[in-house]
């Protein structure tokens, strides 16, 4: 018999108790950013120092020995260790907590704050300090053609086919401190769901997504640990698919 296995996706709520600004929250990132200008291909090609700038902050702020993982990422780290079956987690975080709390099997698909990319030659590289137009890429030897290795909006998220492989296959999909506003990740929910999948959402504010059949109430730090004990304690049975 297959192992039941779970995907959890986790958003900016994750990281906010360890001190990371959440995006859409009233003091959140995108109220002092305009994305058009921070978070697009767009906004690079006009002014890459301001985007450099931008996620300069992001990279120190990571790196600051005060932002650690908190009772939630290092709960679901135990779960990939604990449960019986496979556990992946989806990142749409590039902070770096959730390798740091013990997760292995981690896909980040909106790109990492500690890695930066080569335009000319695709290649990345682990990135620990600040960079600027006139910072020389190590490949090329070239000034200028460094982008951090983050996916902006309009860009395709990494490790998609990998993702739909492993939401088609799961038991049990859990969304953890997501506003749900940033597809694809934000239909991951109804796919888990019409491949079978019990859905249960972690979040203080609910996004009323009709697909999620379970919501816990609370802040990430409370209701992840939590959830993890009963995950680890009574392995789910998996639904009928209700696409044939
Ligand atoms: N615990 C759990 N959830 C929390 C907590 C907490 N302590 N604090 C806030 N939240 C929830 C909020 O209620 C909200 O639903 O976290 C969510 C954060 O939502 P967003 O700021 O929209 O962040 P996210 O969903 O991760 O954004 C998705 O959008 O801007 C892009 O690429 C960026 O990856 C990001 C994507």
Redesign the pocket.
């Known amino acids: 018999m297959e192992s039941p296995s779970i995907v959890v996706l986790t958003?900016?709520?994750?990281s906010?108790?360890s001190g990371i600004k959440?995006?859409?929250?009233g003091d959140?990132l995108?109220e002092n950013h305009p994305i058009d200008k921070v978070?697009t291909p767009e906004g690079f090609r006009k002014d890459p120092s301001l985007v450099h700038q931008f996620y300069n902050e992001r990279r120190a702020q990571i790196l600051d020995p005060a932002i650690t993982p908190n009772a939630a990422h290092k709960a679901l780290a135990q779960l990939e260790s604990d449960y019986p079956g496979p556990v992946w987690v989806v990142t749409?975080?590039i902070d770096n907590l959730h390798e740091r709390a013990g997760s292995k099997n981690l896909i980040h698909m909106?790109g990492e704050i500690l890695k930066i990319r080569c335009k000319k030659t695709e290649q990345v590289f682990a990135c620990h300090e600040s960079i600027s137009t006139e910072s020389n890429c190590s490949c090329c030897q070239r000034s200028g053609t460094l982008r951090p290795h983050i996916v902006w909006f309009g860009e395709m998220p990494f490790q998609m086919d990998e993702i739909y492989h492993h939401l088609g296959k799961a038991h049990l999909f859990i969304s953890?401190?997501?506003?749900?506003?940033?597809y694809p990740?934000a239909g991951f929910v109804e796919h888990a769901r019409e491949c079978g999948a019990r859905c249960i959402e972690?979040?203080?504010?609910p996004?009323y997504n009709p697909n999620f059949e379970d919501f816990r109430q609370g802040?990430?730090?409370v209701e992840v640990p939590k959830l993890v004990n009963e995950l680890i304690n009574n392995v789910p049975k998996r639904n009928t698919p209700e696409i044939p």
């Open positions: 958003g900016a709520g994750i906010a108790e959440t995006f859409r929250a959140g995108w978070a749409q975080n909106h953890i401190g997501t506003s749900g506003n940033v990740a972690v979040n203080p504010n996004t802040v990430a730090t």
